[in-house]
């Protein structure tokens, strides 16, 4: 799928990639193996295409005005991406990704959040630019966006998915938007996905979790490893944390996803220290490869741009700050109550 750390492949990788090809069919015994091994993989992909079901009815909408009993402007908070960002799974609006992050914002700054849904069940990173468009028009203040396991599971080659991410990102940032973004899950975590294809979706997943990071701090935004934070409570608890189509997240793993995400969204907006200080262990800065590699393999890791003695960019590239966030649990994002949380619809008295 690429090489994790370089955002469209060059020469060298394309050198590298003939000469391992060249290596893999070398000889009659591991072409077989080889031709073997492909076909075990497609008939794997086409049993996981029956076994999870396609989308059936479009996820609640979490677009309104959430605290809108607090003082001040609202903040406007844009969510994009695919159906993990549009909370594909749950039922109810308090339930998605947005609501969630809108709850917490409000009652961490004590403003009113207004939110705009963009996200596409079932997008490609290609398909971010007419959400984007679609977001600059109500002026946000900052921009959460989840893709990328689409890419993956459709074999979008990872440079590709990352420019078409970085075009995003730029054009919000151009507009004055903080952007956060979540980057690819481990689709290895998925139950209908089985080995060796579940270890090559890992792989996958890591290499262009890795790549969108180094892409999205270079182009101004933060980012969110998502990773594996479910898979292990995936596999210990299936019914709980899957939806019923055992590939989208709970409410459950919604709640630990935004719980995860909320701290950056707080810090990209320059609120400084939250009124409730979250638990953090600084893991210091480092050059942005290295962060971006480190961040993929640890789920809940936070990376952003950083300065060393006033310069952005040190021998091995971009400086960038890497945050590991203590684990939350669901319980960490508080649920939407009646009073003040539940949001005002659009349009309505």
């Keep these: 799928m690429g090489v994790a750390g370089s955002v469209v492949p060059g020469p060298r990788w394309h050198r590298a990639r003939q000469i391992a090809r060249m290596a893999a069919i070398g000889t009659g015994a591991t072409a077989a193996a080889f031709v073997a091994t492909g076909g075990v993989l497609l008939g794997q992909a086409r049993q996981a295409r029956r076994t999870i079901p396609m989308a059936e009815a479009p996820p609640p909408r979490c677009d309104g005005v959430y605290g809108a009993k607090c003082p001040g402007r609202p903040l406007t908070m844009v969510v994009l991406g695919d159906s993990s960002a549009a909370s594909y799974g749950v039922h109810r609006r308090r339930e998605t990704l947005g609501a969630l992050l809108a709850t917490g914002l409000s009652r961490r700054l004590h403003r009113p959040v207004r939110v705009h849904r963009f996200a596409v069940v079932g997008s490609l990173s290609a398909g971010l630019r007419p959400q984007v468009e679609s977001a600059l028009e109500c002026d946000p203040d900052v921009a959460v966006i989840l893709i990328g396991g689409n890419d993956v599971t459709n074999r979008t080659p990872p440079g590709l998915a990352v420019r078409y991410l970085v075009e995003a990102v730029r054009a919000l940032r151009a507009a004055g938007c903080e952007v956060v973004v979540g980057t690819c899950p481990d689709l290895g975590a998925i139950q209908p996905i089985q080995p060796p294809l579940r270890w090559l979706a890992r792989r996958w997943s890591r290499q262009l979790a890795a790549a969108q990071t180094v892409a999205v701090v270079e182009a101004g935004g933060w980012t969110v490893s998502l990773g594996d934070m479910l898979g292990p409570r995936f596999v210990a608890e299936p019914t709980r944390m899957f939806a019923w189509d055992r590939f989208h997240p709970s409410a459950e793993g919604y709640a630990v ?26 893991e210091g800065v480092r050059s942005l490869p290295e962060a971006a590699q480190e961040a993929a393999r640890h789920a809940g890791t936070e990376v952003s741009g950083a300065q060393v003695r006033g310069r952005d960019r040190g021998p091995a590239g971009r400086w960038a700050h890497l945050r590991r966030r203590a684990f939350f649990g669901v319980g960490a994002v508080p649920q939407p109550g009646p009073a003040t949380d539940s949001p005002t619809l659009e349009g309505s008295a």
């Design 257 to 282: 996803a935004a719980a995860a995400m909320l701290p950056t969204v707080i810090s990209a907006l320059g609120a400084g220290v939250e009124r409730r200080p979250v638990p953090v262990r600084a």
